[in-house]
Antibody, heavy 122, light 107 residues
């Protein structure tokens, strides 16, 4: 059974940093691209970034809203995905989801974690 | 960036109704579009991928169509468990973008 479990959320002050983790199981993690998606309270979904797999040199893509502040990384030996968030702003307050990219060719998100809440407030 | 415009933003419908949600892309995206369902407090769930392919396990009352710039998600006969928010997302080009969502409520 595919499982994605996020952790690391919490309360952080503006300007602070936080690192989220996503533990994957039930599939060959190293084969898949992985995305981070967030949802501010009462708002819609926002794609924030992607890491490709080893075959694609672990290259990354980011939304403009987080580029230069957030860094996506992965450790295939630990079946884990990470989101390092620096220079946090109040508008980064959201539930953060990790999601698996379907590698059958359609590049949609076929499995999602349950999410972890990040609150940026003084 | 490709803008995804979903309509309506909300709708009220009764059990058994046929419901159609539209998603328009600001430029052509071939069939690089998915639909997701989200219930309150839960993670989104994939319903449709590649514009019209039904996710395994999703009831056949859900269907997707379209290509290029205009796409639709149709629920042929709304069931109580379908009351949720629905999102489209394009994965044709970066940054990937979601539509604003359509909240389907009970009439």
């Amino acid at each position: 059974e595919v499982q994605l479990v996020e952790s690391g959320g919490g309360l952080v002050q503006p300007g602070g940093s936080l690192r989220l983790s996503c533990a994957a199981s039930g599939f060959t993690f190293s084969d898949h691209y992985m995305d981070w998606v967030r949802q501010a309270p009462g708002k819609g979904l926002e794609w924030i970034g992607r890491t490709r797999n080893k075959a694609r040199s672990y290259t990354t893509e980011y939304a403009a809203s987080v580029k230069g502040r957030f860094t996506i990384s992965r450790d295939d030996s630990k079946n884990s995905l990470y989101l390092q968030m620096n220079s946090l702003k109040t508008e980064d307050t959201a539930v953060y989801y990790c999601a698996r990219v379907d590698h059958s060719g359609c590049f949609s998100l076929d499995y999602w974690g349950q999410g972890t809440l990040v609150t940026v407030s003084s | 960036d490709i803008q995804m415009t979903q309509s309506p933003s909300s709708l009220s419908a009764s059990v058994g109704d046929r419901v159609t949600i539209t998603c328009r892309a600001s430029q052509g995206i071939r069939n690089d579009l998915d639909w997701y369902q989200q219930k309150p407090g839960k993670a989104p769930k994939r319903l449709i991928y590649a514009a019209s392919s039904l996710q395994s396990g999703v009831p056949s009352r859900f269907s997707g169509s379209g290509s290029g710039t205009e796409f639709t998600l149709t629920i042929s006969s709304l069931q109580p468990e379908d009351f949720a928010t629905y999102y489209c997302r394009q994965h044709n080009s970066y940054p990937l973008t979601f539509g604003g969502g359509t909240k389907v409520e009970i009439k």
